[in-house]
């Protein structure tokens, strides 16, 4: 009787301690931070990969057959209009130069002894007039003549940067080979793809007469230090991807950029009347997100919502919510679907303000 009398003590005592456990937790029952969606003007940055070429990007090849004789310039190298870069040895073209004027003295000469004996009526004029076309074919053959000894120097066409030398002094070049690249890089071409959805915004939005400014951020993480301008649009939407290319224009006028590179695009677009709610009121689960929506019972329910786009701690609702729909923005990983919780409102304008975090 004595052990049980024990047994009956301890567990009312247990009784007693649990009775004030759960009252103590009552008593410390959570009170959640919950607002509203809101409704707002506000910009958004999008993301383009791009490609980045010369305004000016040539091929120099040989525009005769002959020996290169020499290379005047290297790798890299920087140029002026009108500079040396090689020079194909041009004996053969300046003998056909000199034979060619020679040819052109003996018709001018024959053309002035016809013309005598044409105006002592010794000749017809229609002998005269043959012997003036000799001369103008002579004429024509020098011409010819100075334009091949001319392409055995091969000069720079425009202020650029010349690129990977293709051939060396002493190599035998064919007509038309390639010798190098030259890149005009004052100014760059950055090409850009633009779904159908995002021209269509773009056109709509954009004002008459104005051009967009963008920016470009390059492979190394920074952003160039000159803004862009989009010039043009391409006329043809690909039929492949659904994209259709725009290209925009960048001073370089300290050549950090160079033909070929690659970066991205930072447009800024304008977004009229959107709803905005933070991201770390939203979760994931299997690819699509969530937020909880209370009901006018303080019952929490897990409601999917279509995100548009991103911005730094914000989603933009395109569906799912409406506005003066209450949501949880704290202790998203503390309830479940159907729970019952007491909430504290807050404005959202003040929430917005106070972000640091993202979803959880």
């Known amino acids: 009787m004595k052990k049980i009398s024990i047994f009956i003590g301890l567990m009312a005592s247990l009784s007693i301690l649990s009775c004030k456990e759960h009252q103590e937790e009552k008593k410390e029952e959570r009170i959640f931070e919950v607002s509203t969606p809101i409704v707002m003007d506000t910009l958004i940055t999008k993301e383009y990969v791009c490609q980045i070429h010369s305004i000016r990007h040539i091929e120099v090849r040989s525009m005769e057959r002959g020996y290169l004789e020499h290379i005047a310039v290297d790798e890299g190298q920087k140029v002026q209009k009108g500079q040396n870069l090689f020079k194909i040895m041009g004996n053969i073209y300046q003998a056909e130069l000199d034979k060619a004027k020679a040819e052109e003295d003996a018709t001018t000469i024959e053309y002035k002894n016809t013309k005598l004996l044409a105006d002592s009526k010794v000749v017809s004029e229609n002998e005269l007039a043959l012997s003036k076309a000799k ?80 920016k470009l951020l390059m492979a190394n993480s920074q952003v160039f230090n000159q803004t862009g301008t989009v010039e043009t649009i ?24 160079r033909h070929g590179e ?51 701690n914000l989603f933009v609702v395109q569906n799912g919510l409406k506005t003066g729909d209450k949501i949880l923005l704290e202790g998203i990983r503390l309830v479940k679907d159907k729970d019952i919780i007491k909430y504290k409102l807050e404005d959202p304008k003040k929430v917005m303000a106070r972000l640091d975090v993202y979803a959880e």
């Open 135 to 214: 001369v103008n074919k002579a004429k024509a053959e020098v011409l010819l003549a100075q334009t091949h000894l001319g392409f055995t120097n091969i000069k720079a066409p425009f202020n650029g940067v010349v690129d990977h030398l293709l051939a060396r002094e002493g190599s035998i070049l064919e007509e038309g080979e390639l010798l190098t690249t030259l890149s005009d890089n004052s100014q760059m071409w950055v090409y850009y793809n633009v779904s159908e959805a995002e021209y269509l915004n773009y056109m709509m939005l954009a004002k008459k007469g104005e051009k967009e400014k963008v």
């Open 234 to 257: 391409e006329g043809e939407f690909n039929n492949e991807t659904g994209n259709i290319a725009f290209r925009a224009s960048f001073p370089n006028p300290q050549n950090i950029l």
């Open 262 to 312: 690659t970066g991205t695009i930072l447009m800024t677009v304008p977004l009229k009347n959107v709803m905005i709610i933070p991201q770390k009121a939203t979760f994931e689960v299997l690819n699509k997100r969530y937020v909880f929506v209370i009901d006018s019972k303080n019952a929490v329910h897990q409601t999917e919502i279509t995100v548009g786009t991103s911005l730094p």
